[in-house]
């Protein structure tokens, strides 16, 4: 039996409203929903192709790593995170933490992963977690945008308060 589910589309910072098909756990369709009160049915090109982005046999399932002859093999997520982490820390003791930027595209920044990915820095930067990211809620939101705003407006010491 197909059951429609609504959600948004997170290509970009648009959001928009889509309607998605599912039956036995396999995206079917996606289409633009109509009821959505900013998108009101509209959806690009690349939130059309949702359903075949989700299935394609090329698509990335797990952690990879590039092997000296060029080629790729599997790698537990955990493993990768360690040794991203011991290569960033090696160029930043190296380089100090100039060296080390992020980019994550358009909507990066502003979705649900903007807490994570802040905390990942750092952990890599300091090697401290800071407890308020343990709950992804508002706690976490005002605690990333302090980052961001110190980043934005002082960005000439860090980090200038507590992590915890």
């Known amino acids: 039996m197909i ?3 609504r959600s948004f589309c997170r290509f970009c910072h648009a959001v928009c409203g889509i309607e998605v098909d599912i039956e036995d ?5 996606v289409r633009g929903d109509k009821h959505h009160p900013v998108s009101q049915g509209y959806l690009c090109v690349k ?17 990879k790593k590039r092997t000296t002859d060029g080629t790729f093999e599997d790698l537990p997520s955990e493993q990768a995170l360690d040794e991203i982490a011991a290569r ?27 807490p994570t990915i802040i905390a990942w ?4 930067l300091t090697g401290d977690f800071p407890s308020s990211l343990y709950n992804f809620g508002v706690g976490a939101l005002r ?4 980052v961001e705003a110190y980043f934005l407006l002082l960005h000439d010491e860090y980090p200038p308060f507590s992590l915890s």
């Open 25 to 29: 756990g396999r995206v079917l369709d």
């Open 143 to 146: 605690w990333s945008t302090r």
């Open 88 to 114: 960033l820390r090696d160029i930043i003791a190296r380089d100090g933490p100039g060296a080390v930027a992020v980019y994550s595209g358009t909507h990066g920044l502003f979705s649900a992963a903007k």
């Open 3 to 5: 059951e429609t589910h």
């Open 47 to 63: 939130g059309k192709e949702l359903a075949a982005q989700h299935a394609h046999p090329e698509r990335l399932r797990g952690a």
């Open 121 to 124: 820095i750092m952990i890599i």
